[in-house]
């Protein structure tokens, strides 16, 4: 039993208005604080990374039909110093169904002009410290002071794509006036359809397209389609630092960088299917050689890692998803990314290119003159991918390669199969193959006929090539215009002296 005294203090204290009131006064500071600390709580979270928009370049600028005339005149001027003859055009090039009036002859422009004054694109520096603070991170600024001997390598492995060294590739490899018109116009329909946040997508969206274009592709990873429609521009050596496309450059390299997600097995590029992985990577890495901007070092590094451990650990090869077996197709895209990565100077682990060896042996057919797509099962295009791959690892069987890159030209380049002649052209150029000539002669007029002259897709190509059917007008845009660059791309991975030396 309670003491009466002392319920009555109580009552008497839980009563009293001023105890009533201080109770209330309390209750709502606190209940105000707990919301000030929240709404503070939620200024500092880090942003989720996304890619920041950047605004369109001029369109008058980067779309211009003749942002390449300079290197279409110095060719032609080269090829009529020679004496060989430059084919006219098989088809109408403009809207108005009249052909291109003749470019005057021009001198080439130094690799460090000035951009002119309107021209304001965001250095890459500036942007990979835009990407790294979304990410919650601090950024390196980007600097050019590579290793004197790994840079003077960088340099020469791509001097081809620069200056008259363009020129003379076309003339001496096989190339002409036509077919480097039909690059220019090519680069022009990719500017033109790049979105507003510097990727491009195989469905065409996001573009100033507007439903001008036919043939959409359905792939739906924009990593992929950003790094190959960067691609072409690289092997025309345009590069965020140097060339008329530059701003072009910078926004695409700043969408891939954005878009790789840091994970414990290294930076996803993927987007839903390895062949992003290995584009993107493939990209990233011919910038970085080309230009020597260390800050790219890293995402390289990420990407190849990623590729490091994405590979199936029993066969050797790369597919759709990591760790699945693999098949040609994808494994080649791989390959390739980690080629150009190493001779960029990004390390690239034996035990990768060991296994991705054994899945070529495991694919090929007649001791290695075809290859099929998971199995011993031969086709024209697998077996055109693995003896490019075969090229790329070194492999010393060169009888073998000459057999079957014979086998495979002889009958000429099929006329709807862009992938696989975009493959066998590389492979016949740095074999030197003696029905290089002939071949690449059918190829090159073919393609140059088959570009698209009128309306929105006026530079463009595609072909009924089911290979590549996914990628749709993209990604047959790209193939067609670095297939056309293959005389003086020269990208480590394509040269010469790149196929006599391994990883």
Not at 71 to 99: H, K
Request: aromatic content about 8%; glycine content about 10%; hydrophobic content about 45%.
């Amino acid at each position: 039993m309670q003491d009466a005294g002392t319920i009555s203090w109580i009552e008497r204290l839980v009563g009293s208005r001023a105890v009533r009131s201080t109770y209330a006064s309390l209750i709502a500071h606190v209940a105000l604080l707990l919301a000030l600390a929240l709404v503070a709580v939620g200024r500092t979270t880090p942003p989720r990374p996304a890619p920041v928009v950047i605004a369109m370049a001029d369109a008058a600028r980067d779309d211009a039909p003749g942002a390449g005339a300079d290197l279409i005149a110095a060719a032609a001027a080269d090829l009529a110093a020679s004496g060989d003859p430059a084919p006219a055009a098989t088809m109408p090039l403009t809207d108005t169904d009249e052909p291109l009036p003749e470019p005057a002859p021009a001198e080439i422009p130094e690799p460090n002009a000035q951009q002119p004054a309107e021209f304001a694109a965001p250095a890459l520096a500036d942007i990979a410290a835009d990407v790294s603070a979304a990410a919650g991170g601090s950024a390196t600024r980007m600097t050019s002071h590579a290793p004197a001997g790994r840079a003077e390598a960088k340099v020469a492995a791509f001097a081809g794509r620069r200056e008259g060294a363009r020129a003379d590739g076309v003339r001496r490899r096989g190339g002409s006036a036509a077919s480097e018109a039909a690059v220019e116009r090519g680069l022009a329909w990719l500017a033109r359809h790049q979105a507003a946040d510097g990727s491009w997508r195989f469905d065409l969206s996001g573009c100033r397209c507007d439903g001008g274009c036919r043939d959409a592709g359905t792939v739906t990873s924009t990593t992929a389609a950003t790094g190959i429609a960067l691609l072409p521009f690289l092997g025309a050596g345009h590069t965020h630092v140097e060339g008329a496309y530059r701003e072009t450059v910078t926004r695409g390299l700043y969408y891939l960088m954005s878009r790789l997600r840091p994970t414990p097995r290294g930076g996803d590029l993927c987007e839903g299917t390895m062949y992003g992985q290995g584009v993107a990577t493939l990209a990233l890495a011919e910038a970085l050689g080309m230009t020597r901007d260390d800050m790219l070092q890293r995402y390289v590094g990420d990407g190849v890692r990623f590729i490091e451990t994405a590979q199936d650990m029993h066969g050797g090869g790369w597919r759709y998803l990591p760790g699945q077996p693999g098949d040609i197709t994808v494994t080649g895209w791989q390959l390739a990314a980690l080629k150009s990565a190493a001779l960029a100077g990004v390390a690239v682990p034996t035990p990768t290119i060991d296994a991705a060896c054994r899945f070529l042996d495991r694919v090929q057919v007649r001791y290695g003159e075809a290859y099929g797509y998971q199995s011993a099962q031969a086709k024209p295009a697998t077996s055109a991918v693995g003896l490019l791959c075969r090229l790329y690892t070194g492999w010393p069987n060169e009888a073998a390669i000459d057999s079957g890159l014979g086998t495979l030209a002889r009958p000429g380049p099929a006329p709807a199969a862009i992938y696989q002649n975009f493959y066998l052209s590389q492979a016949l150029l740095q074999r030197g193959h003696p029905v290089w000539p002939k071949w690449n002669a059918r190829n090159r007029d073919h393609l140059v006929a088959a570009q698209a002259g009128f309306g929105h897709e006026s530079g463009s190509w595609f072909f009924a090539d089911p290979d590549t059917a996914p990628g749709g007008r993209l990604a047959h845009t790209a193939l067609a215009v670095l297939t056309l660059e293959v005389y003086y791309r020269l990208l480590p991975i394509y040269t010469p002296d790149a196929v006599q030396v391994e990883f």
